[in-house]
């Protein structure tokens, strides 16, 4: 009976996954969301953020900055760990162990959303969650972006050891 219902569960999300494909919601992880969405590596901050649109799946430092700066708030294709683990077990059928996997290829989402402690003081005071960004090969690597509620941007590249703020220009 449990396989049964995993079965009808697996189907479930494989049939709306193929119905949001068909309307053209969902774009395969295989692409370059920013590139695909006019979004090039060289634009400006203010092509870039006049280029994300708030219906778009974003996987770029840029264009995720960008998104978080100009919504505050995450894509629709970040979802939170938990979320992501439960995706992972049902997509698979395998129990979840650790992070030692891409995301973006394995199950189409992107991981964010989740809190982040600031626990060696490196940011100033606030409250912070975190997204990957920049998937490479087989894992999610250590690319992250640090980020407020009120659209506050930092970038890491090693996986916490230091950041940089991604500015938006004078008077933003």
């Not at 770029?60 to 505050?72: C, G, L, P, R």
């Not at 894509?75 to 979840?96: M, R």
């Not at 402690?117 to 690319?143: A, F, I, M, Q």
Request: hydrophobic share 35%; aromatic share 14%.
């Amino acid at each position: 009976m449990p396989r049964l219902l995993a079965n009808k569960h697996l189907f479930a999300f494989l049939f709306s996954v193929l119905f949001l494909l068909a309307c053209g919601e969902v774009s395969t992880p295989e692409r370059d969301i920013s590139s695909s969405s006019g979004i090039k590596s060289s634009s400006s901050q203010t092509d870039i953020l006049d280029a994300v649109q708030e219906t778009g799946k974003y996987t770029t430092k840029d264009s995720v900055a960008a998104y978080i700066h100009k919504f505050q708030k995450l894509p629709s294709n970040y979802v939170n760990k938990a979320t992501g683990q439960a995706l992972y077990e049902e997509q698979t059928g395998n129990t979840w162990t650790k992070w030692n996997f891409n995301p973006w290829l394995i199950l189409g989402v992107m991981i964010g959303g989740d809190y982040f402690g600031n626990d060696e003081n490196l940011l100033p005071t606030g409250n912070y969650k975190e997204c990957d960004v920049d998937y490479h090969d087989s894992s999610r690597g250590t690319k992250r972006l640090v980020y407020t509620d009120a659209g506050l941007v930092y970038y890491t590249a090693n996986h916490y050891e230091s950041f940089n703020q991604v500015n938006w220009g004078s008077g933003e």
